[in-house]
C-alpha cells in the first residue's frame, strides 16, 4: 500500500495554487499594461508627461517588490504554498521594475511586446503546473522563439537595434543546442523524470534553431517561420492535453 495515498491529490492541489497565484500576478501586469497604453501611449500630452516620470515610481516599487518576494521565498522555503506566494511577489516585481523601465526607453514597442510576452508567460505557467515536464520545456522552447522571432521581424533593419537582435537571435540558437545537450546527457534531472520522453524537446530544440537561423536572413522567413512553429506549438498542445486525460 502506497505510504501517502493522497500525495498525487496534494501535489496537484499545490500546482492548481501556484497556477493561480501566477495568473492573478500575469493579470494584475496586464491590467498596467492596459492602463499604460490607454494613458501613456494614446493618452494626452499632459497625461503622457505624468506617466513618463510615473514610470520611475514604478520601477522602484518593482524593484522592492522583487527584493521583498526573493527574501520571502527564502525565509518560507520550508513552507510550499508561502514560498510559491514570494516568487510570485518577485516575478511582479521583476515585471514591473524591467518592463515599465523597457517601456520607458522605448515606447509603444516595449508594450507591445510586453502584452505578447505577459498571456505567453500565463499559459506557460499553467503548463508547467499540469503537463509533463518534456512538454513544458518543449513549449517554453517553442514559445521563447515565437517571441524572439517577433522581435527579429520587427528590428530587422532598425539602425540601432538590428545588431543586437541578431546577436540575441545567434545566442539563442546556442542556448538551444545547450538544452539539448544537457537533456541528452541526462543533466536535467530536477526538471525531468529518468524516464522522460526526450523527443519533444529535441523536436522543440531543433525547429527553433532551424525557424531563428532562417530568421537572421530575412523578415520574410522570419514571418512564415513564426506560422510554421505556431501549427507545431497547436499540434504539441493538443497532443498532450490528450494524453492528460
Excluded at 79 to 94: N, Q, V
Aim: contains cysteine; positive net charge.
Amino acid at each position: 500500500m502506497a505510504k501517502n495515498p493522497n500525495g498525487k491529490s496534494m501535489k496537484r492541489d499545490n500546482s492548481l495554487y501556484g497556477a493561480t497565484v501566477f495568473f492573478f500576478a500575469a493579470c494584475l501586469a496586464e491590467f498596467y499594461l492596459l492602463v499604460l497604453r490607454k494613458y501613456y501611449i494614446y493618452g494626452t500630452a499632459d497625461s503622457t508627461l505624468a506617466w513618463y516620470d510615473r514610470l520611475l515610481v514604478f520601477v522602484g516599487l518593482g524593484a522592492a517588490a522583487l527584493i521583498l518576494g526573493a527574501v520571502l521565498s527564502v525565509r518560507w522555503k520550508a513552507d510550499g504554498r508561502k514560498r510559491t506566494l514570494g516568487w510570485g511577489l518577485a516575478g511582479l516585481g521583476a515585471f514591473f521594475c524591467v518592463g515599465s523601465l523597457l517601456i520607458r526607453l522605448f515606447f509603444e514597442g516595449a508594450v507591445t511586446l510586453l502584452s505578447v510576452v505577459v498571456p505567453v508567460m500565463m499559459v506557460l505557467t499553467i503548463i508547467w503546473a499540469f503537463y509533463d515536464r518534456e512538454c513544458s520545456i518543449a513549449m517554453t522552447a517553442l514559445s521563447g522563439t515565437l517571441i524572439l522571432l517577433w522581435v527579429c521581424r520587427r528590428l530587422f533593419n532598425h539602425l540601432t537595434l538590428g545588431l543586437p537582435a541578431k546577436v540575441l537571435a545567434a545566442a539563442y540558437v546556442l542556448a538551444l543546442a545547450g538544452l539539448c545537450w544537457l537533456a541528452k546527457n541526462k543533466k536535467l534531472g530536477k526538471l525531468l523524470p529518468p524516464d522522460a520522453d526526450l523527443a519533444p524537446i529535441y523536436a522543440a530544440g531543433g525547429l527553433s534553431a532551424a525557424a531563428v537561423v532562417l530568421g537572421l536572413f530575412s523578415a520574410s522567413m522570419a514571418y512564415y517561420a513564426m506560422w510554421a512553429l505556431g501549427v507545431v506549438v497547436f499540434a504539441l498542445a493538443v497532443y498532450y492535453t490528450v494524453k492528460q486525460l
